[in-house]
């Protein structure tokens, strides 16, 4: 079975578990566990840091990109570096909440990526793309997507042989 079914067969499991069933969030789930799968993706290369392992270093980023005497000015990679955040923050909140409690606190993580999700939302309205009802939600069920990657770790990851690095206690 390859990852990206076996994350969403998990996830949607973990949504009847919970009695959420046809949250339509469940296939966004599944492809964040897919690409953070890869650390690369994870913890992107950027401009003021070789690796952005923090969501301070990404808010960093995100000051570069907009200085204009930079010879990094991209505004426009703010939507990205911003979508980044929501899904760094809801990922390791998920995932790894010993690890965003050991560096940071999950409130502020809860937080950053609500802010961060609510501004993609309302630049997809703005610009009339179709991605801001997602993001919209995302920022509002924010902790109770958090707690369904939680359960999904800690009920259906613990066993499978390819994903050590999602067991329990590491992170």
């Known amino acids: 079975m390859d990852l990206r079914r076996f994350f969403d067969r998990a996830i949607r499991a973990s949504f009847r578990d919970l009695a959420l069933e046809d949250d339509p969030a469940a296939p966004y789930l599944a492809d964040l566990l897919t690409r953070f799968a890869r ?7 950027g401009v003021t ?22 010879p990094y000015f ?11 955040i929501g899904d760094f923050t809801l990922f390791m909140t998920g995932v790894f909440p010993e690890r965003v409690e ?11 990526g609500k802010q961060a999700y609510r ?8 610009t009339a793309k179709s991605g801001g009802p997602m993001f919209r939600r995302l920022a509002e069920r924010f902790e ?11 009920v259906y990851f613990a066993d499978h042989p390819h994903l050590p690095f999602l067991r329990p206690g590491l992170g």
């Open 39 to 45: 650390t690369d993706t994870l913890f992107q290369r």
């Open 49 to 70: 840091a070789p690796r952005l392992e923090t969501v301070v270093d990404m808010l960093f980023e995100i000051q570069a990109v907009w200085r204009d005497d930079s």
């Open 74 to 84: 991209q505004p426009e990679r703010e939507v990205e570096m911003r979508r980044h």
């Open 102 to 112: 050991r560096v940071a606190s999950r409130g502020y993580y809860i937080t950053q």
């Open 119 to 126: 501004f993609v939302s309302e630049h997809d309205r703005a």
């Open 144 to 154: 109770s997507y958090a707690r369904t990657l939680d359960y999904a770790r800690r």
